[in-house]
């Protein structure tokens, strides 16, 4: 029995060509780079507005009204929030104040966002805040382009090894590596598509 699951184990589910095309094919990396510089400059556009408001990096009164709005039960018709925990979370930040804090948040993490997504730099990190900024608004009931911006954030993080090299990525993730592999970028060194280390075939 033990055998057979170290077998299993060791079982590798390749995934089908075409997502290997779209998230880890380098020629993506153009289709990649569009989608990253739109949406980008809307994180970018959208944290610059929110920077030199004093409601948002002041006293977070723009997201204190927001959320005191959000957390209204109608007596009729539905609530913006469908579910009761996260009504309670932000009633939570609301009794302590948690807005002054998390406006410069907002503000100053959209401004990020686009700086990173626009440079290429750590593209899947980048999307996985912005995507996480997104999940929130709508969470809140806020729809606005915020669906169609969060399905573009985890395509990008799904691409992150090739969103992100027409960009700085080509250079930090060379540098830097990945978590698993430190500084072992490996790149297609055949037609045979055989995978070696950069540097192996010198």
Do not use: C
């Not at 020629?27 to 556009?45: H, K, N, P």
């Not at 996985?128 to 954030?153: D, K, Y």
Request: glycine residues 10%.
């Amino acid at each position: 029995m033990l055998e057979l699951l170290s077998r299993k184990q060791k079982r590798v589910i390749e995934d089908p060509s075409f997502t290997k095309f779209l998230f880890t094919d380098a020629r993506m990396s153009v289709v990649w780079l569009v989608i990253r510089l739109w949406l980008g400059w809307e994180w970018l556009e959208a944290g610059w507005h929110k920077i030199g408001a004093e409601g948002w990096t002041s006293t977070g009164a723009s997201i204190q009204g927001y959320w005191e709005r959000v957390i209204i039960v109608p007596e009729s018709g539905r609530a913006a929030i469908a579910f009761d925990w996260y009504r309670s979370f932000i009633q939570y930040l609301l009794d302590n104040e948690a807005y002054v804090l998390f406006g410069k948040l907002i503000a100053y993490g959209e401004f990020l966002v686009g700086i990173g997504l626009i440079i290429g730099a750590f593209v899947g990190v980048a999307a996985f805040f912005g995507a996480l900024m997104n999940f929130n608004f709508m969470m809140a009931g806020s729809a606005s382009t915020n669906p169609v911006l969060f399905i573009l954030a985890i395509l990008l993080i799904l691409a992150w090894k090739t969103a992100g090299f027409i960009g700085a990525d080509y250079f930090l993730l060379n540098w830097i590596g990945t978590p698993w592999k430190r500084n072992q970028f490996v790149e297609e060194a055949d037609d045979n598509h055989q995978r070696l280390p950069a540097g192996a075939g010198d």
